[in-house]
């Protein structure tokens, strides 16, 4: 599977945005995904997580209620909703898919595939 993130951008703090992770392939549905962020200097963290059915999320502490991670295999797109922004999340945001539906995983070592990233900037 292939993935296209997109919807980055400049925003300030307290703004939100939404980003989209685009997959080809038809077997979309099979594949849990996963958002993961890379700031300047630090290392790469996870974000979000839902299941294949979309049925199961999971979020870092740091979004917890500001984020949100959602689905639609009909068009084989996941979406992370972003309010409240802070300059803390400024980081290039990527996603991936992992090939085991069993779980919803918050590691990145379990990801089979990923896209390339999308930057996020906040501004104070």
């Known amino acids: 599977v292939q993935l296209q993130a997109s919807g980055g951008g400049l925003v300030r703090a307290g703004g939100s945005l939404r980003l989209s992770c685009a997959a080809s392939?038809?077997?979309?549905?099979?594949?849990?995904v996963g958002w993961f962020r890379r700031a300047p200097g630090k290392e790469r963290e996870f974000v979000a997580a839902?299941?294949?059915?979309?049925?199961?999320?999971y979020y870092a502490d740091s979004v917890k209620g500001r984020f949100t991670i959602s689905r639609d295999n009909a068009k084989n797109t996941v979406y992370l909703q972003m309010n409240s922004l802070k300059p803390e999340d400024t980081a290039i945001y990527y996603c991936?898919?992992?090939?085991?539906?069993?779980?919803?995983?918050?590691?990145?070592?379990?990801?089979?595939?990923w896209g390339q990233g999308t930057q996020v900037t906040v501004s104070s």
């Open positions: 839902v299941s294949p059915s979309g049925g199961s999320t």
């Open positions: 991936a898919a992992d090939n085991d539906r069993r779980r919803v995983s918050p590691a990145s070592v379990e990801y089979d595939y």
């Open positions: 392939g038809r077997t979309f549905s099979r594949y849990g």
